[in-house]
């Protein structure tokens, strides 16, 4: 660049100067051009300086045009030397101002580097320190800690609950019940349910056990849900099994709240024609069950004796076995309403119990009310022995369809509707249990139904719900003569409200219950008092 | 691998065929379902007539009892024999019924104790028996139950039958009117009914209840008319009968009747269903007033007053 440098009348090269040859060239064209112009103007002025000299009368010699050029060549010449300087001049300032401030940027960003790096520093020591702290909490804490539980295998999970109760009963009294020889009073603080369970779950088999501890009846710790379960693994996480055998002990599925985890429900207890139908939910039996994308279905064999059952709770009097399933749907409409649906079945082999052998006896009936035994033939009455009279067998069966809708309709949360109704023939086991071997020799129709609304508010739960249940709609069918009425039918109005965590809940609830389990003076059967109010606490893991 | 596989397979499907060669179902019984039941013998199912003549020698002479009738539910009748010869068993029951019963002979007969033996035992009756398909009649029209009796010789082998038929009486009360109230649970339900009654001072308004604390309406009649039989099942002292009747023999009362059921305890039970009837007149027999009901234990809990209970049906008498 500098070889193609614009050279200097001395034949040397300027350096830096190759930005001037443009300019220069220029500036020359210009001067040529503006001597010609000067020279034209002076010749102009000449002339009329000649005019003016010729009219004052003495002539000037002309200067020389070549010692002009060489004059402005040296001006410019000198002029563009100390243009040159100047620049250099600059340059030499920008060059030692752009150093300075490089090396001011740097000792600036040394010197927050060296603050960053200690402020770091500082940090860590703090974290470690914490660390440190935590460690030996942790060490201590393990140190006084009991032994630590350890699986045999990966993929086991402990879970448990409490759902604590204070409850006031319209029917309390302060006497005991003449048929059990239990307490009337209600009135109470109990434990309703104490579940502690331990599920594994493998890509092909599931297993739980659990048990459940209440004071219902008195302290109580029982067996409640044990499963053995293998399966085929849906697509999808979280998608239901496409087919999974279970065997043991668990929830009777039939239609949607008898299977439910008493968790996901608002309401204390399910409704009366569930806990008629299905006492204590548990029984023993096998199972299939699935889904594939929104269908759901189960099949199972079960003894027919639910944990809960008036009778034979657990076991089995006789071989047959009872036949149910559900088949329904599960899905979410239009990304806003979730939808739970179906409709349940059962056949089964109900068990009418014999009667036990007795032995002679005699009775004394005070016919003539002297108080004395005076009258051997009118007051001495004697009963032979009695052969034991056979057991046998009875055919029942039920109907169920089940509705779920539960939608964000508002900012305030989810709304939710659950309806479902039961059709069944001689299926209560628990209320008013049904026997149509017995003396009454008719079969009990039963049938039962419930509405529940709820709504979130927040972190709130309100509900109401209203639940209905006759356990023998034909109760006058073998009334000869007059009938009277004995309608024997339930409802209940309940209305329940909850503060909800992921940790627990509490509960508070109001039962207007109707039943015909009164007698009015007449004898004629009436409501027995017996609205209640309960208190729940609920902490789960 | 593969041969353990099918060693395992064959294993299995042997187990399987010979499972289902065997007999899965025992041939004892409890017996409940037959109309006898006889204390120490062991029940077999089938009928006393399945089991073909295979030993003709071999005779069973029953021995005559105390009294000859019979009544459903009847228990502790006793009943022997013998049998011979070289017979050490005797075969019992109703031709046609579930089961038979077998009873051993292992006591020499002293007539001939090298070849006969004898046999007693005590035999109890189903309550359904008055039920049953399997009664007879005799020549005056009255209902007789057919005991067989077999010789059954140590080789298994039956000798023919001899026949016993017993007169069955059936135990329905009677009387000009009869108020009766059943149950099918070991529960003390008391029957309670209100009686017309002549006006006196003890019963101005012309009523009185008939109940286990008050079993005549009228003490001071004779024959004591309108009675209760008996408070069955009294405080969970349970007998059995689970039945209570109050009867007239005489003309009742005209006026109205109020019947009631009582549950006095369910002894321990959830529920007790209760059949209540009135009979009248003398002879009828299909009830001229019917209920029937479930109590449950919350119904117990009123006070056992002479009117306490639920309504079971009012009539009018005549």
């Known amino acids: 660049?500098?070889?193609?440098?614009?050279?200097?009348?001395?034949?040397?090269?300027?350096?830096?100067?190759?930005?001037?040859?443009?300019?220069?060239?220029?500036?020359?064209?210009?001067?040529?051009?503006?001597?010609?112009?000067?020279?034209?103007?002076?010749?102009?002025?000449?002339?009329?300086?000649?005019?003016?000299?010729?009219?004052?009368?003495?002539?000037?010699?002309?200067p020389d045009p070549m010692l002009e050029i060489e004059k402005v060549k040296a001006e410019f010449e000198q002029k563009l030397a100390g243009q040159e300087a100047a620049?250099?001049?600059?340059?030499?300032?920008?060059?030692?101002?752009?150093?300075?401030?490089?090396?001011?940027?740097?000792?600036?960003?040394?010197?927050r580097l060296a603050a960053d790096r200690q402020e770091r520093e500082r940090a860590v020591q703090g974290l470690q320190?914490?660390?440190?702290?935590?460690?030996?909490?942790?060490?201590?804490?393990?140190?006084?800690?009991?032994?630590?539980?350890?699986a045999s295998t990966t993929g086991v999970t402990l879970y448990g609950y409490v759902q604590a109760d204070l409850q006031f009963r319209q029917s309390s009294e302060d006497q005991l019940d003449p048929a059990s020889g239990q307490p009337l009073n209600q009135d109470r603080f109990l434990i309703r349910r104490a579940r502690l369970g331990a599920a594994i779950d493998k890509h092909y088999g599931e297993g739980r056990i659990e048990i459940d501890g209440n004071t219902v009846q008195g302290s109580a710790l029982r067996l409640i849900d044990v499963e053995a379960s293998a399966k085929l693994p849906g697509k999808n996480e979280g998608a239901p099994p496409v087919v999974m055998g279970t065997i043991g002990l668990f929830r009777i599925p039939f239609g949607r709240e008898v299977p439910q985890d008493d968790r996901q429900r608002l309401f204390m207890e399910r409704s009366t024609a569930a806990r008629a139908?299905?006492?204590?939910?548990?029984?023993?039996?096998?199972?299939?069950?699935?889904?594939?994308?929104?269908?759901?279905?189960?099949?199972?064999?079960?003894?027919?004796?639910?944990?809960?059952?008036?009778?034979f709770a657990g076991l089995d009097p006789n071989q047959q076995k009872d036949i149910l399933g559900r088949v329904g749907v599960e899905d979410r409409i239009r990304e806003k309403v979730d939808v739970v649906a179906g409709v349940s079945a059962l056949r089964g082999t109900g068990f009418h119990a014999g009667k036990l052998a007795s032995k002679s006896t005699v009775q004394w009936n005070d016919t003539n009310e002297d108080g004395l035994l005076n009258n051997l033939s009118s007051e001495l009455t004697g009963i032979p022995a009695s052969a034991a009279l056979p057991s046998s067998n009875y055919t029942r069966f039920g109907f169920g369809a089940d509705l779920f809708l539960s939608s964000r309709l508002s900012r305030l949360g989810r709304s939710s509707v659950a309806a479902e109704f039961y059709l069944a023939n001689d299926l209560d086991r628990a209320i008013l249990p049904a026997d149509p071997s017995g003396i009454i020799g008719r079969n009990f129709r039963e049938m039962g139904y419930y509405l529940a609304l709820s709504q979130e508010i927040g972190r709130f739960q309100v509900g109401v719900r209203y639940d209905y249940y006759n356990p023998d709609q034909d109760s006058n069918k073998n009334a000869r003569g007059n009938p009277v009425p004995t309608d024997t039918s339930y409802s209940t109005v309940a209305v329940a409200a909850a503060c909800v965590s992921s940790w627990g809940r509490f509960i508070v609830e109001f039962d207007r219950n109707q039943n015909h389990l009164g007698?009015?003076?007449?004898?004629?059967?009436?409501?027995?008092?017996?609205?209640?109010f309960i208190v729940r606490g609920e902490v789960g893991f | 691998m593969r041969r353990a596989r099918g060693i395992f397979l064959s294993a299995l499907i042997f187990s399987v065929g010979s499972f289902s060669a065997c007999e899965w179902k025992s041939a004892t019984t409890s017996g409940l379902d037959s109309l006898l039941r006889i204390q120490g013998g062991q029940a077999v199912k089938g009928s006393i007539a399945d089991p073909p003549v295979t030993n003709q020698d071999a005779t069973v002479i029953p021995s005559s009892t105390r009294n000859n009738q019979v009544y459903p539910g009847l228990s502790g009748k006793v009943v022997g024999g013998t049998v011979g010869p070289n017979a050490n068993a005797a075969a019992i029951g109703i031709a046609g019924d579930e089961a038979y019963w077998m009873v051993p002979a292992l006591t020499p007969d002293s007539t001939d104790p090298q070849s006969h033996f004898t046999f007693s035992t005590l035999v109890s009756f189903s309550p359904l028996l008055g039920q049953s398909a399997l009664l007879q009649t005799d020549s005056d029209g009255k209902p007789t139950?057919?005991?067989?009796?077999?010789?059954?010789?140590?080789?298994?082998?039956?000798g023919a039958a001899t026949v016993d038929s017993l007169p069955v009486v059936l135990d329905e009360p009677t009387g000009t009117m009869v108020i009766s109230l059943e149950w099918d649970t070991p529960v003390d339900l008391d029957l309670h009914v209100q009686v017309p009654v002549p006006v006196s001072d003890i019963n101005p308004d012309g009523t009185a209840w008939v109940w286990a604390k008050k079993p005549a309406a009228l003490p001071s009649s004779t024959p004591p008319d309108g009675v209760l039989?008996?408070?069955?099942?009294?405080?969970?002292?349970?007998?059995?009968?689970?039945?209570?009747?109050?009867?007239?023999?005489?003309?009742?009362?005209?006026?109205?009747?109020?019947?009631?059921?009582?549950?006095?305890?369910?002894?321990?039970?959830?529920?007790?269903?209760?059949?209540?009837?009135?009979?009248?007149?003398?002879?009828?027999?299909?009830?001229?007033?019917?209920?029937?009901?479930?109590?449950?234990?919350?119904?117990?809990?009123?006070?056992?007053?002479?009117?306490?209970?639920?309504?079971?049906?009012?009539?009018?008498?005549?």
């Not at chain 1, 994308?293 to 008036?310: D, S, W």
């Not at chain 1, 007698?519 to 008092?529: K, Q, R, V």
């Not at chain 2, 139950?145 to 039956?158: K, Q, T």
């Open chain 1, 1 to 62: 660049m500098r070889a193609a440098g614009w050279k200097s009348g001395e034949g040397t090269t300027v350096p830096g100067t190759q930005w001037h040859r443009p300019l220069v060239a220029v500036v020359v064209a210009g001067l040529c051009l503006a001597g010609s112009k000067s020279t034209a103007r002076a010749q102009t002025d000449s002339s009329q300086q000649k005019d003016k000299a010729g009219k004052r009368g003495k002539k000037e010699p002309p």
């Open chain 1, 87 to 111: 620049a250099k001049l600059r340059e030499e300032n920008l060059r030692k101002e752009q150093a300075a401030s490089v090396e001011e940027a740097r000792k600036d960003a040394e010197t």
């Open chain 1, 129 to 150: 320190k914490a660390l440190d702290e935590a460690t030996a909490r942790e060490d201590a804490r393990e140190k006084s800690a009991p032994p630590a539980v350890h």
């Open chain 1, 277 to 311: 139908l299905f006492p204590g939910e548990y029984d023993l039996g096998a199972k299939i069950s699935g889904g594939w994308q929104f269908v759901r279905y189960v099949l199972a064999v079960q003894n027919g004796q639910p944990l809960g059952a008036n009778s």
């Open chain 1, 519 to 532: 007698i009015d003076p007449s004898g004629m059967p009436s409501n027995l008092a017996d609205n209640a």
């Open chain 2, 145 to 158: 139950l057919p005991v067989s009796f077999r010789a059954v010789d140590p080789s298994g082998n039956f």
């Open chain 2, 229 to 318: 039989d008996f408070d069955s099942n009294a405080n969970c002292a349970i007998d059995g009968r689970d039945r209570e009747d109050v009867i007239w023999t005489g003309m009742p009362l005209a006026g109205h009747y109020i019947v009631r059921v009582d549950p006095f305890s369910l002894c321990g039970q959830v529920s007790a269903a209760w059949h209540a009837t009135a009979f009248y007149p003398a002879g009828a027999v299909t009830p001229v007033q019917e209920a029937s009901g479930v109590l449950t234990t919350t119904s117990t809990r009123y006070a056992p007053t002479e009117s306490a209970g639920i309504t079971a049906f009012e009539f009018d008498y005549p």
